[in-house]
């Protein structure tokens, strides 16, 4: 699938397979500009592009697991949703759940992108079939 795709500086790294689309479901998403996470304060920090997705798509941007057993960077918001309506910049909500402050530099990688297809729903509004769950949730089916 072919996917739109607009630098909106000239120092934007478009996202990339660090091992091949067979191999990665995720494009690595890098940072456009430095920045400092000081710990427990989120930041938004900019990729510097932009993409337009074909009606019917939508795209995902995820935490690094690296960032995350490393440094303790995540993403408040994950998954956050970018609709296929959106022409905006792609920007990442960075968290550090760490104890010291964590440095971002341009060109660093700071989150996966996954694109894929979502089926529009229509509600109908109904009685509920039974199940053997029912309204079994939160724990119903054990801690262990």
Known sequence: MRVKIKRLRPEAILPAYAHGPQEDAGLDLRSAEDAVLPPGVPVLVSTGIAIELPPGYEAQVRPRSGLALRFSITLPNSPAT???????????????????????????????????????????????????????????????
């Open 82 to 144: 970018i609709d296929p309506g959106y022409r905006g910049e792609i920007r990442v909500i960075l968290l550090n759940l760490g104890s010291l402050e964590y440095r971002v530099e341009r060109g660093d990688r700071i989150a996966q992108l996954i694109v894929s297809r979502y089926q529009p729903v229509e509600w109908e509004e109904s009685e509920l079939s039974e199940t053997g769950r029912g309204e079994g949730g939160f724990g119903s089916s054990g801690t262990r």
